[in-house]
Structures are given as C-alpha cells and as structure tokens.
C-alpha cells in the first residue's frame, strides 16, 4: 500500500500553475498512487458554491477570509483526509498558504490571528510539499491579458497588490524550506515543465 502524500500548487494569478496540475497527476500517477486533483476554494459541492460568492460578490476583508476558511474546512474534513486515511495522493490548486498570501499579503489581514483559525480549521495537517510557481506580477498580468477570460474579484486587483501577494508567499516559503519547492515561473512552458519535473522528482525519490 503507499502512503497518502499532501501535495499543494500555489502561485500568483497568472503564474501558470493550473496547467501544470495535469502533469504532476499523471507522474504521481506513474507511482502507483490513487491521486485525488482537487482546488481551493472549492473541492466539495458546498465549497464550490462558496467559490462562486467569493470570486464574484463583493465582501469586507474578513468576510473573504472567513469564507476561503469555510469552504476549507469543508474541503478538509470531507475530501482531504478521507484520502490521505485510504493512502490516496491529494493534489490540491491552493491550500491555507493562499489565505496568508491573499489575506493577509495583499489585503493586511493578521497572520497570527489566521493562524489560531488554521489550527481549528485543519489541526496538525500541513501539505507535504508545496510547488510555489514565482513569477513577477507583471509578466503573469501580461499572460492574463492574453488569455481574454472575464477576470475575477481577485484578478482584477492592480501589480501592488499581486506584488505584495508575492512576497508573502516567499516569505513563507523561506520560513518553511523543508516543505516548499519555489519553481521560477518564467519562460516557456517546457522551461517550467523541467523544472517542475526535476523538483516532484528530488520530492517523490
Ligand atoms: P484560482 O484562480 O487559482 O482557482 O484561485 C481562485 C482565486 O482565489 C485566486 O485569485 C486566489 C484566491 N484565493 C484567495 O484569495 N485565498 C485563498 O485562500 C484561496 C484558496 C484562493
């Protein structure tokens, strides 16, 4: 039998990570493991119901951060440890680092007071590893140009507030080394792919 594994993807809007998910399943995958591929917000009926309010409904600072909690709890209790308890690998599109960087990066929530939630909210459970996909604000707002979607609530935020959420992702990832594998961002997406690659490797050996 394996043993479940929490992996987590993070990066600023625009960063690329979601269309590297697909990848990291398929090579989890080749280990043998049951993989679950899940996001945040969302990952449970509710969640993504929560998910929807949260991208597109204008609320206070709090509110926003009380709900990314809300739909994570949700996610964790019914989705998450389920999977880790049968062995399964949990591939998940954000995770708790998201609400320090988002809520607390950009917006100036209090990181200590989030961190009491975060211990309610999914006692003893932290990723086992992190792919932080670091890009500069200002190329992933030009890769978002590019794609012509409708932005979010999130999206539409201006370069300081994506640079802020930037720096608080890296300041977590130098706070917690053992567990995040910052990947530059930059270049095409074979560059990233290799790089990507050669760190789930050095993790999954
Ligand atoms: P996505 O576009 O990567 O699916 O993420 C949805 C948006 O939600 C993204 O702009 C980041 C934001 N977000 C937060 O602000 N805080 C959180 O805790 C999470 C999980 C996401």
């Known amino acids: 039998m394996t043993t479940g594994r929490f992996i987590t993807v993070e990066g600023i809007d625009g960063a690329?990570?979601?269309s590297?998910?697909?990848?990291?399943?398929?090579a989890m995958r080749a280990r043998g493991a049951?993989?679950?591929v899940t996001r945040e917000p969302g990952g449970t009926?509710?969640?993504?119901r929560l998910r929807e309010l949260v991208l597109h409904e204008a609320m206070e600072t709090v509110t926003e951060a009380?709900?990314?909690f809300a739909a994570r709890r949700e996610h964790v209790v019914r989705v998450i440890e389920p999977a880790l308890a049968r062995g399964a690998w949990v591939l998940s599109d954000r995770?708790?680092?998201?609400?320090?960087a988002y809520q607390c990066g950009g917006r100036g929530q209090d990181r200590r007071a989030f961190a009491a939630l975060e211990s309610?909210?999914?006692p003893g459970r932290q990723p086992d590893a992190t792919f932080l996909f670091d890009l500069d604000p200002a190329v992933a707002a030009s890769r978002q140009r590019a794609q012509q979607r409708t932005p979010d609530r999130f999206e539409r935020e201006d370069e300081a507030y994506f640079r802020r959420v930037r720096e608080a992702y890296l300041e977590r990832a130098r706070a917690d080394p053992g567990r995040f594998r910052v990947i530059d961002a930059s270049g095409s997406l074979e560059d990233v792919?290799?790089?990507l690659a050669a760190a789930f490797e050095a993790f999954a050996a």
């Open 16 to 18: 690329g990570k979601s």
């Open 20 to 26: 590297h998910l697909a990848y990291l399943a398929q």
């Open 34 to 36: 049951e993989v679950v």
């Open 45 to 48: 009926p509710l969640g993504e």
């Open 66 to 68: 009380l709900v990314m």
């Open 95 to 100: 995770f708790s680092d998201a609400t320090f």
């Open 120 to 122: 309610v909210v999914h």
């Open 193 to 195: 792919r290799g790089r």
